[in-house]
């Protein structure tokens, strides 16, 4: 199996920032996605920002320009660089890895979660 190991959380003050990191080990051949997602108090749980294999990005459009996801393949993590944080990123966030193992096996595997919290 592939398992997710992310870092980073913290507790930051308004217009601070985070860098979110997410570590997937396992017998992987391919990643074709790599995405966080976020579930704020009494929230669903929303995608904020994905990248795919091809290095195409999208983001929520809540932190557009302020968030910007990368990834590093020969390590096989994805970041989360979190800019100008506003209390309304309080969240848990999540990573979410999408690809093939050395098996040809799809995998969809999900971090622990990791606790943003943004103070005003």
């Known amino acids: 199996q592939v398992q997710l190991v992310e870092s980073g959380g913290d507790l930051v003050q308004a217009g601070g920032s985070l860098r979110l990191s997410c570590v997937a080990s396992?017998?992987?051949?391919?990643?074709?996605?790599m995405d966080w997602y976020r579930q704020g108090p009494g929230k669903q749980r929303e995608l904020v920002a994905s990248?795919?294999?091809?290095?195409?990005?999208n983001y929520a459009d809540s932190v557009k320009g302020r968030f910007t996801i990368s990834r590093d393949n020969a390590k096989n993590t994805v970041y989360l660089q979190m800019n100008s944080l506003k209390p309304e990123d309080t969240a848990v966030y999540y990573c979410?890895?999408?690809?093939?193992?050395?098996?040809?096996?799809?995998?969809?595997?999900w971090g622990q979660g990791t606790q943003v919290t943004v103070s005003s």
């Open positions: 990248i795919t294999s091809d290095g195409s990005t």
């Open positions: 396992g017998s992987i051949l391919r990643i074709n996605s």
């Open positions: 979410n890895v999408q690809g093939r193992t050395r098996v040809l096996r799809a995998f969809n595997s």
